[in-house]
């Protein structure tokens, strides 16, 4: 029998798992340089951080206390387990210089929606501090009440940009983005390519 927290988990990765249909060819081909930009400074920062005291530096546009929600958030969406999440591949450092780079038009909607995420979270839990505060559980209480509104699609849609990057550029880190979905990590093939081209050799 799973426990509680195997099913919780199986559970926020659909989270993950429904969002194909975010990844256009045309948008990641228009942001690509600047994704690529975000990247590599999200791989910097989070070095960086490793040696920082006290930890949670280097953050263009979010602070302290911001980073650590919207690390949350994303540990919820892409959350660590049998396999390591958005937390372990840093996606936090990822979105803080996706909005300072390719998606500065939506820093009002982080500052908005990180100001309703508070007041969402003292509705439901008066006596809670900060989001990233709270228990596992009570996070995906939050955040279900939440889920429907635009804040949440842009966070989870740069969780998912930042989960899933090259590992050369920064995030993906030990490739675990690319494991989970069961990505092959060859960007070269050589011929035959399918039955359909072995058929052809073949015939």
Known sequence: MQHTEDLEGTSRRSF???TGSLFTTAW?????AAITAAAHHAADMAAADLAAAPAWKGFQFLSES????????????????ATPGAREAHAVYFIDRALTTFDQ?????YTQGLKDLSAKTHELFPDAGRFSGLSSTQQIRV??????????????LHTIVGFFANPEYGGNDEKIGWNLIGFEDKFSW???FGHYDREFKQS
């Open 190 to 192: 050589e011929p035959p």
């Open 105 to 109: 038009d939506k820093q009002a909607a």
């Open 143 to 156: 955040l279900t009440a939440i889920e429907k509104t635009p804040f949440f699609a842009q966070v989870r």
């Open 16 to 18: 993950l798992l429904s």
């Open 66 to 81: 911001e980073s650590k929600d919207v690390d949350a958030i994303a540990a919820q969406i892409v959350p660590s387990g």
């Open 28 to 32: 990641l081909g228009t942001q690509w």
